[in-house]
């Protein structure tokens, strides 16, 4: 068990719909990250919050969006829904937001029909 | 543009044969080389950090080494349990100066019994 924790873990939707995905990071850690994960395209890194504040911008789509609370606790909102978007979605944490190892949580499974 | 590439994309083993995975990388100024472990359907799990040429990591039937160039990651007398995807990250000092692993597509290690 890494400590963080990604709600729901399965997702099933229609195209067009909006999602919210939900992270609770390690108890600590101020940095969380998320990442994509399809067949084709391996982990892309999507965007990275540091204790409240967004620190770093990957291929995230303009209908995409996250945030992170006072709590440290981060969502990642997926709007307009399309069938490419079906992949499993990483939330990562680390104690800062420089170097070191990410831990990642169990993922949530997003299934766009 | 950082760069991750792992090989071979399978690799079928039986147990006790021995063998290693590749991770080359093309990055300005590393801060990092990562190998994670990752169960189907599970988030990643870290196993090692390397950081400078000629480093060595060891854990369990696992041996990690890295080079200017690449890293390796050894397995010794491999077991059915070790099967698993393996990932490979870099992490460098990215534009705003923030740090974010780039991870390869992985290498699919099966070990039959």
């Known amino acids: 068990d890494s400590g963080v924790t990604q709600t729901p873990k399965h997702l099933i939707t229609a195209t067009g719909q909006r999602v919210t995905l939900r992270c609770s990071p390690r108890?600590?850690?101020?940095?969380v990250y998320w990442y994509q994960q399809s067949l084709d395209q391996g982990l892309q890194f999507l965007i990275q919050?540091?204790?409240?504040?967004?620190?770093a911008k990957g291929n995230i789509l303009e209908r995409f969006s996250a945030q992170q609370f006072p709590d440290l606790h981060s969502e990642l909102n997926l709007s307009s829904l399309e069938l490419g978007d079906s992949a499993l979605y990483f939330c990562?944490?680390?104690?800062?937001?420089?170097?070191?190892?990410?831990?990642f949580g169990e993922g949530s499974r997003l299934t766009v029909l | 543009e950082d760069q991750v590439t792992q090989s071979p994309e399978a690799l079928r083993l039986q147990e006790g044969e021995s063998s290693s995975l590749n991770c080359s990388y093309t990055?300005?100024?590393?801060?990092?080389l990562f190998w994670y472990r990752q169960d189907p359907g599970k988030g990643p799990e870290f196993l090692f950090t390397?950081?400078?040429a000629g480093e060595e990591k060891e854990k369990e039937r696992l041996k990690a080494t890295l080079t200017k160039k690449e890293s390796f990651l050894h397995i010794t007398a491999p077991k059915p349990e070790d099967s698993a995807t393996y990932l490979c990250?870099?992490?460098?000092?990215?534009?705003?100066?923030?740090?974010?692993?780039?991870f390869g597509r992985g290498t699919s290690l099966i070990v039959h019994p």
């Open positions: 390397l950081y400078s």
């Open positions: 108890s600590g850690d101020l940095s």
């Open positions: 919050y540091y204790n409240g504040e967004e620190r």
């Open positions: 990055v300005s100024g590393l801060r990092g």
């Open positions: 990562a944490s680390s104690v800062a937001g420089g170097t070191g190892e990410l831990f």
């Open positions: 990250a870099v992490q460098a000092r990215g534009a705003g100066g923030s740090y974010i692993p780039t």
